[in-house]
């Protein structure tokens, strides 16, 4: 019985992460269509201020509750699923809640109360504050954004306790309702003069919905979070010693996307947006590929570890490892390759212009090495919370950190915003290696013959795909019309997605062969 169960895990994990993936891709669509209107009709000076204003809660949110709550409480909250532990969980959801609330409420109110301070310098640099008016427009509508933070946080918490219990569809799917109230916002807007703050509230009512939809599954479950004094709780003090150095492990690339806008604002202006748009066609492949496998991954991981089974966990972790790569290549080929059609198609319309395509694409291209190194050090990052351990890669992170501090200025006066984003990927790369060695210290050393064939067969694969974009880019298909080329963009993508597949069939890669077996299998 026992063996029949670890045999279903696999297909379990694969089925969620696939569902949580759809929901991911759902959101990130809308995404797109969302930012394709911000950059249509927002004048540049104002997508920076908007874009900087959003950054802040986004910074607390991801830090906060998406990042450093998910790897330090679900581990723990997996711990206690039996009916003798219920009211020692029940204490554990009540106390983090309370805490995780209680902070957050002081951010929003200091962020607001001293809003103009922090502004002032942190976007003190003269691509933006020489612009006039720039300061004061971002001010107005970081104060109504903060309060972002307050919704968000309580959907990320209602999202960890989805996730605990492995229910991971609703999580997916719930940031739709951000994105559909952040574009009926853009679009009512769009002519008038309250556009700034009107979206900026649409962003907020965004974050509520999302809290508002998770909640009657939270609820069914029996696991709804209460205001609670008891916060000393032996499960809730094991929650903080973790979380604690777990927000810098987990939110180094959050951190860097903040200390990167401080230094974009030394640059021409511009150079926020150009970034923040080189950002979101990042995340759509990392979101949906590493955080919807590092999401399902780490409760399972966490398992293996409490019942003492390592080799069941490098065996697992090495599973996935693979599935990243089998999906982050192709990926990361179709953006050097084809970002700038990509980012023409998308946005160069109204305000955004085409002689800004290149601006972004080049920006693209230095991210595809900042998708594979982060996609994988994100995976690394789980197998090492699973095994209770946040100090180690919030170590690694920090000393990263440091180093971005000083080659991001070198690498600036070279090759200009493409050297700021060339060395956060550095940085992230180098972040990966060190937390991959370390990692093995602990648990084991990881199947590298395997991994690294694996990389190579998934490389050629992608090679072919890359030889049919390099020939699509010299034919001229665009017609200049939204509604014409983005149905070619995605006939042009899924033929590429067609030749990567046929490649990995023809090369045997485990992943293409199990997706043959399971199509197979469903045929009527």
């Not at 026992?2 to 696939?18: H, I, S, T, V, Y």
């Not at 069914?220 to 609670?228: A, N, Q």
């Not at 501090?405 to 493409?418: D, H, N, S, T």
Request: contains cysteine; hydrophobic residues 55%.
């Amino acid at each position: 019985m026992e063996a029949q169960k670890k045999a279903k895990q696999p297909d379990f994990m694969a089925r969620a992460a696939l569902l949580f993936g759809s929901g991911t891709l759902s959101s990130r669509i809308l995404g797109l269509i969302r930012d394709s209107l911000l950059f249509s009709i927002m004048p540049l000076d104002l997508k920076d201020a908007w874009l900087a204003a959003y950054r802040l809660p986004n910074f607390f949110r991801r830090l906060l509750g998406e990042g450093g709550l998910s790897v330090s409480f679900i581990p723990v909250f997996v711990g206690l699923q039996t009916e003798a532990q219920r009211a020692e969980r029940k204490a554990l959801v009540n106390g983090v809640f309370t805490l995780l609330m209680g902070l957050v409420t002081i951010i929003c109110l200091l962020c607001f109360l001293f809003m103009e301070e922090i502004v002032s310098h942190w976007l003190s640099g003269p691509g933006f504050s020489s612009v006039p008016g720039k300061i004061e427009q971002t001010i107005e509508m970081a104060k109504v954004m903060v309060f972002f933070l307050f919704f968000i946080t309580f959907f990320a918490y209602l999202m960890a306790l989805l996730n605990g219990l492995r229910k991971f569809t609703l999580s997916g799917y719930a940031p739709l309702f951000l994105n559909v109230a952040l574009i009926a916002g853009l679009y009512i807007y769009r002519d008038s003069p309250q556009l700034p703050i009107a979206s900026s509230w649409a962003l907020v009512i965004g974050g509520a919905l999302q809290a508002l939809f998770l909640a009657p599954a939270v609820y069914k479950h029996g696991v709804f979070p209460k205001i609670s004094l008891g916060l000393f709780h032996p499960a809730v003090k094991k929650v903080i010693y973790k979380f604690l150095p777990t927000i810098l492990g987990v939110g180094i690339l959050q951190i860097l996307n903040i200390v990167n806008v401080y230094f974009a604002s030394q640059l021409a202006p511009g150079a926020i947006s150009y970034m923040y748009l080189g950002d979101r066609l990042l995340e759509l492949p990392l979101s949906l590929i590493a955080v919807s496998i590092g999401t399902t991954l780490l409760p399972t991981l966490s398992q293996y570890w409490s019942q003492k089974e390592p080799g069941t966990f490098l065996t697992c972790l090495s599973r996935h490892l693979r599935l990243f790569h089998f999906l982050a290549i192709p990926s990361a080929f179709g953006l050097w390759f084809f970002g700038i059609d990509i980012v023409d198609v998308l946005f160069a319309r109204g305000e955004f212009t085409s002689s800004e395509v290149p601006v972004v694409a080049g920006i693209l291209k230095v991210y595809c090495l900042t998708l594979l190194s982060a996609g994988g050090l994100k995976i690394i990052s789980q197998a090492f919370y699973a095994t209770g351990d946040t100090h180690t890669p919030a170590l690694v992170s920090g000393v990263a950190l440091v180093g971005h501090l000083f080659a991001a200025p070198v690498l600036m006066k070279i090759y200009g915003i493409e050297g700021l984003v060339l060395s956060t990927a550095l940085v992230t790369l180098v972040n990966l290696v060190v937390c991959t060695a370390l990692l093995q210290g602990k648990v084991g050393w990881l199947a590298w013959p395997e991994l690294l064939g694996h990389a190579l067969r998934c490389t050629l694969a992608g090679s072919a795909m890359a030889g049919f974009l390099i020939g699509v880019h010299q034919i001229s298909w665009k017609q200049g019309r939204f509604l014409l080329d983005f149905p070619i963009l995605l006939i042009i993508i899924s033929v590429a997605g067609l030749i990567y597949f046929a490649g990995a069939s023809f090369l045997k890669i485990d992943e293409m062969q199990v997706f043959a077996r399971r199509l197979k299998r469903h045929r009527p």
